[in-house]
Nanobody, 125 residues
Framework: VQLQASGGGMVQTGGSLTLSCAAS????????MGWFRQAPGKEREFVAT????????AYEDSVKARFTISRDKAKNTVLLQVSSLKPEDTAVYYC???????????????????WGQGTLVTVSS
């Protein structure tokens, strides 16, 4: 599986973006498709994940009310709609796929075995 993230950019506080992750290869229904982010000088952190088959999703608490993850099976794409952006959301956003994770591990970057190259989101104050 290869992943290609896109859609990042520079926005002002309160702005919105839609990040896209295009996947090539077969995505089985048990896969978790996740988004992580890494701010300068910080560790990579979980943002959101969605189970490919069921569509069940989970979010990190600080983004739960502002971000929405979805998948388009026909296009083999995962979207992350980010809104009400804050300067602290500035980071490189990575999409990832986990072929054998379980729900309890789906927030951990270690559970993901395929990674895209990242797309930069910069939020100015």
């Amino acid at each position: 599986v290869q992943l290609q993230a896109s859609g990042g950019g520079m926005v002002q506080t309160g702005g919105s973006l839609t990040l896209s992750c295009a996947a090539s290869g077969y995505i089985a229904s048990n896969y978790f498709m996740g988004w992580f982010r890494q701010a300068p000088g910080k560790e990579r952190e979980f943002v959101a994940t969605i189970r490919w088959g069921s569509g069940h999703s989970a979010y990190e608490d600080s983004v739960k009310a502002r971000f929405t993850i979805s998948r388009d099976k026909a296009k083999n794409t995962v979207l992350l709609q980010v809104s009400s952006l804050k300067p602290e959301d500035t980071a490189v956003y990575y999409c990832a796929a986990a072929s054998s994770a379980i729900l309890s591990s789906s927030r951990s970057s270690g559970a993901y075995n395929y990674w895209g190259q990242g797309t930069l989101v910069t939020v100015s104050s």
